[in-house]
């Protein structure tokens, strides 16, 4: 199983960026995928997640502190989660990373999750 993030980089306050996350060697439909970031001295912390694909019945669910700024979606003939990140903040920049569980309820603790990709780095200047 592989899950490959892409889509950081250094964005002024109050930009937008898009992550994706393409993942293989799962059967991705069947797989909540979920958004966490991490900032130095902090731990991982959940910021989004999808349950299959809201035409199948799924659910999306925030943080509180992304709710209305950030919005998860997911192409499962892409095999692909993204991540749309609007009205970015300097307290968004983060490592943020992808992950995915077998399950169909979405889960916000990190460990509750099966796989993982690489991080990427989302830097917000002030």
């Known amino acids: 199983v592989q899950l490959q993030a892409s889509g950081g980089g250094l964005v002024e306050a109050g930009g937008s960026l898009r992550l994706s996350c393409v993942a293989s060697?799962?059967?991705?439909?069947?797989?909540?995928m979920g958004w966490f970031r991490q900032a130095p001295g902090k731990e991982r912390e959940f910021v989004a997640g999808?349950?299959?694909?809201?035409?199948?019945?799924?659910?999306?669910y925030y943080a509180d502190s992304v709710k209305g700024r950030f919005t998860i979606s997911r192409d499962n003939r892409l095999n692909t989660a993204y991540l749309q990140m609007n009205s970015l903040t300097p307290e968004d920049t983060a490592a943020y990373y992808c992950?995915?569980?077998?399950?169909?309820?979405?889960?916000?603790?990190?460990?509750?999750?099966?796989?993982w990709g690489q991080g990427t780095l989302v830097t917000v200047s002030s």
């Open positions: 999808t349950s299959r694909g809201v035409w199948s019945g799924g659910t999306t």
């Open positions: 992950a995915a569980k077998a399950s169909t309820r979405i889960a916000t603790i990190w460990h509750d999750y099966d796989y």
């Open positions: 060697g799962l059967p991705f439909s069947t797989y909540v």
